[in-house]
């Protein structure tokens, strides 16, 4: 089971860490003296874009693909203000209200990420961008046939207005993207000018660069923070048709779309409608897959993935189940205990709880064999640190020795191998000691500290599959005299309550950058994020050691110099265990009525099947779904 609470994607735009590609002209990002405001049609911090200019389309489009149609899914990632499970507002770019995923097809950003590199920008609403010799000032000129879907050109005053209005009063993850934007002025109607503060690293400010635009005239008269269902016009393909607010939404491919014959769009988003159902719980999901209502799913259940997949759509071939390849991205899924409640404050309680999850017993009982046990926040990338820190990354950690706990030092923490049979008494004792060696001891069947208060623990779920597979981690607790429990609270509470830091503890999921910012990380990490309601710094975590290797990781000239920070971030991350690494998959475990053309291999970067995949009508007779 895999629990899929936010994620934090790259599409047309956005996502946090996005970093960007160089072109021919210019290899490195950081070597940008050498063609000063040279207009350029992508950019790069690490290396040479794999798309020249003038290029005709992108490798894993299928511009020989018809269109028409419709696919009709459940969200498997969503990201911003977003929830899979109801949406009561369209406006995504605000901390405020949840808004349906996929609503960002409507909305465009001066430039895209790629699906087939790491790092890769291109321009989008921009034809070109120019560099300053320093990096801090960007000029795009916008093409003149960017429309939004009213009709009125995409002009230098709306991304004026965007970058201004996200900046001050959007999202946490685009404020925090902007933070070092110091000002965007409209040189004309179709150039703008972004500078940064200087402070900024190449990959946040490319990061910058790709946020979506909206019309200015549309805010006129009221708060950009506005909910409600008055959408907001944008420059993307898509636009909403029919809905009901928190059952379903429907975007449609717009027959006006500016860019349809585009190089970065041919042969992308052939379906002409894209359907989002809505459910509360995941087995009234599968039902309606089962009964034809969802034709696409990915499963993040193990048991249902193991044991409901044998229907008779499924013996008739009319449902085709597979698995496919993960993305290069690191894997972040973890628990979080929050340390704004003393309880939770001190490594050792967080160290015995982790030992109170038996992956062995619960992969081999519950989860059907089908995950691995996660050992790092970045699972599944080059991320990973492994055995002892190398010379090179001990000169990054000797100058915060004092911030760090001396078994950094040492060999990297792994995860604890229990004897699988549910009740390792090894194990228990160590929790015992753990909690002793933190204040906290047995009185009767109470754990209690010093002041006589007991140790009370809420996992609070959004998912009660979630219970069926930890439940026992949750028995384990309270042998050890935990006051544990566990509940499942609605989709609007439980996100209201993460933007407040209103929980012990929780689980959560993301996909992260292959390329990721310090300001990225930092909404996760770093100490500034602490308070800041809508960051994902759930823990609450606050560590000048952590800061200081964001900072390294937002100075690296090469992607060399990253990954080598990245590992020492990791090493640091795993000792502390502010996050609590749970477990993965390494592919997508995907079910679909056999109705859809795709192109194999899928990219390394990402798995939008709403823009790769299209409607086959031959097929779809076959399984009778024409």
């Known amino acids: 089971m895999t629990a899929s609470f936010g994620r934090i994607t790259r599409r047309h735009f956005g996502a946090l860490g996005l970093s960007a590609a160089a072109t021919l002209a210019l290899p490195r990002l950081s070597l940008a003296a050498n063609t000063p405001d040279t207009p350029l049609h992508g950019l790069s911090a690490f290396g040479d874009l794999k798309y020249p200019a003038g290029y005709p389309q992108f490798d894993y489009a299928s511009p020989e693909a018809p269109e028409g149609g419709r696919i009709i899914l459940t969200a498997p990632s969503w990201f911003f203000n977003q929830a899979p499970d109801t949406f009561d507002t369209f406006n995504t770019f605000v901390l405020q209200g949840n808004a349906p995923p996929r609503i960002e097809l409507l909305y465009e950003g001066l430039m895209l990420s790629t699906l087939d590199e790491p790092d890769a920008l291109y321009g989008l609403l921009a034809e070109s961008v120019a560099m300053s010799p320093d990096a801090n000032r960007f000029t795009f000129r916008l093409r003149p046939q960017a429309r939004f879907s009213d009709g009125q050109p995409v002009t230098a005053a709306d991304v004026v207005f965007s970058y201004t209005a996200m900046k001050t009063e959007g999202h946490p993850s685009l404020a925090i993207t902007l933070a070092e934007v110091a000002e965007v002025v409209a040189e004309d109607e179709r150039t703008v000018r972004i500078v940064f503060t200087g402070r900024q690293t190449v990959p946040t400010a490319l990061a910058a660069l790709s946020i979506p635009i909206v019309p200015a005239a549309f805010f006129q008269g009221r708060p950009f923070g506005q909910g409600g269902f008055d959408p907001i016009p944008g420059s993307g393909a898509y636009t909403i048709g029919r809905y009901n607010a928190g059952r379903f939404i429907e975007y449609e491919k717009r027959g006006d779309y500016w860019g349809r014959d585009m190089a970065f769009s041919k042969g992308l988003g052939h379906f002409q409608t894209i359907r989002i159902e809505f459910f509360r719980d995941r087995q009234a999901q599968l039902e309606a897959f089962k009964k034809g209502d969802v034709t696409f799913r990915e499963e993040f259940t193990t048991r249902a993935w193991a044991s409901e997949y044998s229907f008779p759509a499924v013996q008739q071939k009319r449902v085709v189940t597979r698995q496919f390849d993960g993305e290069k991205w690191p894997n972040f899924q973890c628990w979080a205990l929050n340390q704004r409640r003393a309880q939770f404050s001190d490594p050792r309680v967080r160290r015995a709880i982790n030992l109170c999850f038996d992956f062995e017993w619960t992969n081999a009982n519950l989860l059907f064999g089908l995950r691995q046990h996660s050992q790092s926040p970045f699972q599944l990338s080059d991320y990973v640190a492994t055995g002892a820190p190398s010379p090179e990354e001990l000169a990054i950690l000797e100058p915060l ?226």
Request: a neutral charge.
């Open 401 to 626: 020795r004092a911030d760090l706990q001396p078994e950094v030092f040492g060999e990297v923490w792994m995860q604890p191998v229990s004897d699988g049979s549910g009740n390792d008494r090894v194990r228990l004792r160590e929790a015992s000691e753990l909690f002793k060696a933190a204040g906290w001891t047995r009185r009767g069947a109470s754990l209690v500290n010093a002041a006589g208060e007991p140790f009370r623990l809420e996992y609070m779920l959004n998912d009660p599959e979630q219970g069926r597979v930890y439940g026992k981690m949750v028995e384990t607790m309270r042998l050890l005299g935990i006051d544990a429990s566990m509940r499942v609270v609605d989709a609007a509470q439980y996100q209201d309550r993460l933007n407040r830091f209103d929980f012990d503890m929780i689980l959560c999921r993301f996909v992260l950058n292959s390329t990721p910012t310090r300001e990225s990380l930092g909404l996760f990490f770093g100490s500034a994020s602490r308070d800041r309601n809508g960051s994902y710094n759930y823990p609450g975590m606050a560590s000048p050691a952590i800061d200081a290797l964001l900072d390294r990781i937002g100075t690296a000239k090469t992607r060399e110099d990253l990954t080598l920070a990245m590992r020492c971030l990791d090493r640091v991350l795993r000792w502390r265990l502010d996050w609590l690494p749970n477990i993965h998959a390494e592919g997508h475990a995907v079910a679909y009525w056999d109705m859809f053309g795709f192109r194999s291999p899928k990219p390394d970067y990402g798995f939008p099947v709403e823009s790769l995949w299209w409607y086959d009508e031959a097929k779809a007779k076959a399984a009778g779904r024409a």
